[in-house]
């Protein structure tokens, strides 16, 4: 029950973070950018200036040695798939790369499928909008 209360609280704030990021993704994308990553990293129970200097693989080797829920997968990916285009945006290309590679590496590792088709702004603001509830 607790570990079921602390997994909705994590998700609760993540989405919350990538809704704030949905809407002001136009006006700031690098401070939007910035708060995903705190996000996830409160998520994923890793600072978060440590978690996304990372290779991709020593990522998900921190993942996995850590207190990582695989329900969090769906949420953690495609928030950091956010952080990377709102990345590409700000024109920081080298770090929006490595986070896509990052992100291709926990979905390699626990069979989370997303693919561009999921990425859409339609998509996301259905899936952490519906989430919200």
């Known amino acids: 029950m607790l570990q079921n209360d602390y997994l909705m609280r994590m998700i609760f704030e993540l989405v919350a ?50 207190t990582f829920n695989e329900q969090l997968c769906g949420y953690v990916v495609r928030s950091m798939l956010l952080k990377a285009a709102l990345l590409q945006r700000a024109g920081q290309l080298v770090r929006a790369r490595l986070i896509e590679s990052q992100a291709q590496a926990i979905m390699a590792a626990y069979g989370c499928e997303i693919d561009e088709s999921d990425m859409t702004e339609d998509a996301l603001e259905d899936y952490f909008g519906s989430s919200a509830i």
Do not use: K
Request: glycine residues 4%; proline residues 6%.
């Open 17 to 66: 973070v990538v809704q704030r990021a949905l809407r002001d993704r136009r006006n700031d994308p690098e401070a939007a950018a910035q708060s995903l990553a705190i996000a996830i990293g409160n998520a994923v129970d890793i600072d978060p200036d440590l978690f996304f200097s990372l290779a991709p693989d020593s990522m998900v080797s921190m993942l996995q040695l850590g």
